[in-house]
């Protein structure tokens, strides 16, 4: 009698982009763009938004970025790309404006210093992968990155402000909304009419 072993499921990799993704830049890409852009998943945008997230070619910079690092995710088996985040130091990071406020935000919030901030950017799941706990293992990867080699003490992402089920995930994973606002930056992009983020923050 032989005993039936029990079927191995392939697990998720999340790791720092090197030049070597520049590779796979196309399935990247597609992932990207998949996850913003198509009608499916829980991260799209194409109702709200024209145009691709990102180019291959601006992809393509973004992989050997040293400052704005990107993490990558894999299938443990397949070596498939299936999902990305991005993290950019808020000094760097491109000014919208001013911050509006809308309610409370906090005195500690807004004394800390830019170089101690950073920004979750590109973040993208393939909507045909998600329910894998992806997302969740990306974010917490990018946090433990900007903490410990960044040293970094607040996160903040920007989310469009029409995005409830995904500001209500990031509240799950602690990040608080102080009723901070942020303009689209491209008018020109934007479907619906006052489209602007609301900004998210968490201390690491």
């Not at 004394?111 to 973040?123: H, I, M």
């Not at 990867?141 to 409830?164: D, F, G, I, S």
Request: glycine share 4%; with cysteine.
């Amino acid at each position: 009698m032989t005993t039936q072993r029990p079927e191995q499921k392939s697990t998720v990799a999340v790791r720092l982009a090197t030049a070597d993704d520049i590779a796979h830049v196309e399935a990247i890409h597609k992932v990207v763009n998949r996850a913003y852009r198509s009608e499916g998943g829980w991260t799209t945008e194409a109702h709200l938004v024209k145009e691709e997230r990102i180019t291959v070619d601006e992809l393509k910079e973004a992989l050997v970025d040293k400052v704005n690092p990107i993490l990558l995710a894999f299938d443990s088996e397949t070596n498939e790309p299936l999902g990305t985040i991005q993290l950019e130091p808020a000094e760097h990071y491109p000014d919208f404006g001013e911050y509006k406020k809308e309610g409370y935000a906090s005195t500690h919030t807004e004394s800390v210093p830019k170089d101690q901030q950073v920004f979750l950017g590109l973040f993208s799941v393939d909507p045909a992968q998600q329910s894998r706990g992806i997302g969740r293992k990306l974010v917490e990867a990018a946090l433990a990155h900007a903490r410990e080699n960044m040293k970094r003490t607040q996160c903040v992402v920007y989310v469009l402000y029409m995005r409830a089920e995904l500001i209500k995930w990031y509240n799950k994973l602690g990040f608080i909304d102080y009723g901070e606002k942020v303009n689209f930056p491209d008018s020109s992009r934007i479907v619906q009419e006052d489209t602007h983020f609301s900004v998210l923050r968490l201390p690491l």
